[in-house]
Each structure stands twice: as structure tokens, then as C-alpha cells.
């Protein structure tokens, strides 16, 4: 891979990080406005634990992503990023783009969903 996709892959993930921490940062402000509530009936307050359970559904799923957006940038960092973790060959550059947390090139990858039956 060349330096240059590399480093718009890193920008983009350096990117989307911070955005992922910025809406959490939004969350934790709107959260506060809950309290403004507190004295709504039941049911819109049952619908605010609904928002809210949602909401940390979704942390859930961004705190993953972040940690794969780390793990993608400390392999950066390693020289190792873009190598396939099961046969070390080299995950394609279109591959990367499309998902740049694909530990596994395509081969492994099929590999893998046809001998496990499950995918990653
Ligand atoms: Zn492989």
C-alpha cells in the first residue's frame, strides 16, 4: 500500500473517532436536560428510558468501534496495518478502504465464514 492511502485511510479513521466521542460528548449534555423531566408523567418518562437505553445501545457499539479504530491505528503505527492476521499476505487496498478494520484478507476471510459458518 502506499504511503499516501495510507494516511487518508488513517485520517479517516482519526475522523470518524472523534466523532464517535463527540456525539457521546452530545449525549452526556442532552442527558442533563433529562432532569428538566423529572416531573413529567410516567409515560413520558418511560419513553425518556427507552431514549436513553437506545442511546446506550448505541455507546456500546461505538465503544467496539473505537477500540478497533485504535487497534486499526496502533498497527499503523507498528508498520503491521493492511497484513492479514491469519496468513500475514498483504489485505488489498480496495479491501481496506471498503473496511478498514478487516483483520483477514479475502481468502481468510472466506475461509473462515465457510469452515466456522459464521461471520466476523
Ligand atoms: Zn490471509
Redesign the pocket.
Known amino acids: 500500500m502506499r504511503k499516501t492511502e495510507l494516511q487518508s485511510i488513517e485520517q479517516k479513521l482519526i475522523l470518524q473517532r472523534s466523532a464517535i466521542l463527540n456525539k457521546n460528548i452530545d449525549f452526556m449534555h442532552n442527558r442533563k436536560d433529562f432532569s428538566l423531566f423529572s416531573k413529567a408523567d410516567e409515560a413520558e418518562i418511560a419513553n425518556h428510558d427507552i431514549e436513553v437505553s437506545m442511546t446506550y445501545q448505541i455507546q456500546e457499539r461505538d465503544r467496539e468501534l473505537i477500540m478497533k479504530i485504535d487497534k486499526a491505528l496502533s498497527k499503523m503505527s507498528h508498520g503491521s496495518f493492511g497484513e ?1 492476521e ?2 500475514g ?1 498483504e489485505i488489498t487496498t480496495g479491501r481496506l478502504n471498503a473496511r478498514p478494520f478487516a483483520e ?2 479475502i ?2 476471510q472466506e475461509e473462515q465464514e465457510e469452515g466456522k459458518g459464521f461471520p466476523i
Do not use: F, K, R, Y
Request: glycine share 0%.
Open positions: 492479514c491469519s496468513c499476505a483477514l484478507c481468502e481468510c
